[in-house]
């Protein structure tokens, strides 16, 4: 049976100065998929290992199926073998003398059960990750994805109350990567299990995530669905470690509710939607995804004039880099033509709700 998770105010320290989990908080309903996103160094897979019981917190609080199994100020600290979690790491850790069944099997033989038990619960598991004919297989002889659904399916046989999984496809092969995401988010949706991920790829994250957290220096910068996150990243450092690329300095001349009139390099002037705590006069950086500006769009509000520097034929799609307001920016236009060359004046629109104007913050596009 899944269960909820709870975390409030999480803090682990390793030593003095910066803590690799800082006062992080947030609720996990059962059979939810949370995933945890961001750079290396960023606190992610620490906060992971701390709900696991494989780190000791300093500070905060951490529930599961609303019993404390951490909270340091109460001495409370619950070992990782009782707290019923199913984990899958970045590596198989599959035990390679053992064929599939006898690895899958591994956990309900810790636990006593019967055969009978045992085997219908591993056969139960290997359909599930679509291993049903590989029992008798010796764990060497299977390759790294095989391997990865070994470990799934071992994780899954006693129905843990929570799966954790730590970049578990990160040691795979692009092609791979594409079509296990898809199967694990299928998989852990058909069993109920409540999951934690951890994973530095934004688009595992989209596809995996009921929700994706974003994290920067032992902070969680905001926990939403994927498509607030895309479309209402909470800073600068959410828009642009998810891909909102286009970077443009500017000064804020007027504002309008939530709407700002930013004042470009060149003098031109660029509606777009203003970040909490942002006044008049102030320096700021526009965020603006590649792929959210239109080329040769029509319109008269944020619809300027601009020049192709370079174009990037990619065969879905062509990469453009284009000249204006005093600078460049990139333009991903979907399709398989190419519609303008380089040198050609072309005029682009952008949506002022996609373009999110945030405090000046070098550190935040550095990482």
């Not at 009782?82 to 899958?104: C, E, T």
């Not at 006593?112 to 591993?122: H, P, Q, W």
């Not at 998989?187 to 974003?214: F, M």
């Not at 804020?252 to 939607?273: C, K, P, Q």
Request: overall charge neutral.
């Amino acid at each position: 049976m899944s269960a909820a998770l709870e975390i409030q105010n999480l803090e682990k320290r390793f030593s003095a100065g910066r803590p690799a989990v800082d006062d992080v908080s947030f609720e996990m309903s059962s059979g939810e998929i949370v995933v945890l996103l961001g750079p290396s160094g960023c606190g992610k897979t620490t906060t992971l290992r701390c709900v696991a019981g494989l780190e000791t917190p300093t500070g905060g609080s951490i529930s599961i199926a609303g019993a404390l199994v951490s909270a340091p100020d109460q001495g409370i600290a619950v070992p990782p073998r009782k707290r019923d979690l199913g984990m899958v790491f970045q590596s198989y850790a599959i035990w390679p003398h053992m064929n599939v069944f006898n690895n899958v099997a591994y956990p309900l033989k810790q636990r006593g059960l019967s055969r009978a038990d045992i085997e219908a619960k591993v056969q139960e598991a290997l359909d599930l990750v679509g291993l049903s004919d590989y029992a008798s297989r010796p764990s060497a002889a299977l390759s790294g994805g095989q391997m990865q659904r070994v470990a799934l399916a071992r994780s899954l046989t006693y129905r843990p109350k929570l799966l954790l999984l730590d970049e578990p496809l990160s040691n795979l092969d692009a092609k791979l990567r594409l079509r296990l995401r898809a199967d694990l988010r299928r998989i852990i949706k058909q069993t109920g299990l409540t999951a934690l991920y951890v994973t530095h790829d934004q688009s595992e994250a989209v596809v995996l995530g009921d929700r994706i957290g974003v994290m920067r220096d032992g902070k969680l910068l905001q926990l939403a669905p994927p498509h607030e996150i895309y479309n209402r990243p909470a800073d600068l450092f959410v828009a642009s470690f998810t891909g909102a690329s286009n970077l443009l300095a500017g000064r804020v001349r007027s504002i309008d509710r939530e709407w700002g009139s930013i004042e470009m390099g060149d003098g031109s002037h660029l509606l777009a939607t203003l970040g909490s705590g942002i006044a008049i006069g102030d320096s700021v950086t526009v965020a603006v995804r590649p792929e959210n500006i239109a080329l040769g769009g029509s319109g008269e509000v944020n619809r300027f004039n601009a020049r192709v520097v370079s174009r990037q034929y990619q065969g879905v799609q062509t990469a453009y880099e284009l000249e204006v307001f005093g600078g460049r920016i990139e333009v991903v236009e979907l399709g398989t033509g190419l519609r303008f060359d380089d040198g050609a004046a072309v005029p682009v629109v952008l949506p002022p709700s996609l373009c999110w104007a945030y405090p000046q913050d070098p550190e935040a596009v550095s990482e």
